[in-house]
């Protein structure tokens, strides 16, 4: 019965995330990537897809700094995480609009921190781990 009820759940709910069970492929065209990600301080949580050959999405919390959308996985190498290292293109649903970056991973401390501080004025909270030696912070820009 938990099985059926399951199935029925993914099958209205298409190929995306639902809270943490991760997805396939987000449906819907391309957008160009915004110049100015600011509307995304208004959207809590957003969409990732990664590995473009065999989609894998997730539901994620993500900052907007100007023309980056910044995602922050903490010390935790997510399957994600591992997907976006091998393949650096992903796309994003932010507020039903669908856009395709290219994802590159934050070693620089100085911008770790601006993108802390946008975090924490988004979520109310600090990212965990701040360390960009250590932590897994990815610019996410347009293609």
Same mark, same amino acid.
């Given at each position: 019965?938990?099985?059926?009820?399951?199935?029925?759940?993914?099958?209205? #709910?298409?190929?995306?995330p639902?809270?943490?069970?991760?997805?396939? +492929?987000?449906?819907? *065209?391309?957008? =160009?990537a915004?110049s100015?990600?600011?509307f995304?301080d208004?959207?809590?949580?957003?969409?990732?897809?990664?590995r473009?050959?065999?989609?894998y999405s997730?539901?994620?919390?993500?900052v907007?700094?100007?023309?980056?959308?910044?995602?922050?996985?903490?010390?935790n190498? #997510?399957?994600?995480?591992?997907?976006?290292?091998?393949?650096?293109? +992903?796309?994003?649903? *932010?507020d039903? =609009?669908?856009?395709?970056l290219?994802?590159?991973?934050?070693?620089s401390q100085?911008?770790?921190?601006?993108?802390?501080n946008?975090?924490?004025?988004?979520y109310g909270?600090?990212?965990r781990?701040?360390?960009?030696?250590?932590?897994?912070?990815?610019?996410l820009?347009a293609?």
């Amino acid at each position: 019965m938990r099985i059926a009820a399951l199935s029925l759940l993914l099958g209205l #709910a298409g190929c995306g995330p639902i809270l943490v069970i991760p997805g396939g +492929v987000l449906d819907g *065209a391309a957008m =160009q990537a915004p110049s100015d990600w600011s509307f995304s301080d208004q959207i809590d949580t957003m969409q990732l897809e990664t590995r473009p050959a065999d989609p894998y999405s997730v539901n994620i919390w993500a900052v907007g700094i100007g023309a980056s959308l910044y995602v922050h996985a903490g010390a935790n190498r #997510a399957s994600w995480v591992e997907y976006m290292e091998a393949n650096a293109q +992903v796309r994003v649903r *932010a507020d039903g =609009q669908l856009y395709e970056l290219n994802a590159s991973r934050v070693e620089s401390q100085d911008e770790f921190n601006r993108f802390s501080n946008a975090y924490e004025s988004k979520y109310g909270v600090r990212p965990r781990n701040e360390s960009a030696a250590e932590a897994y912070l990815f610019r996410l820009q347009a293609r």
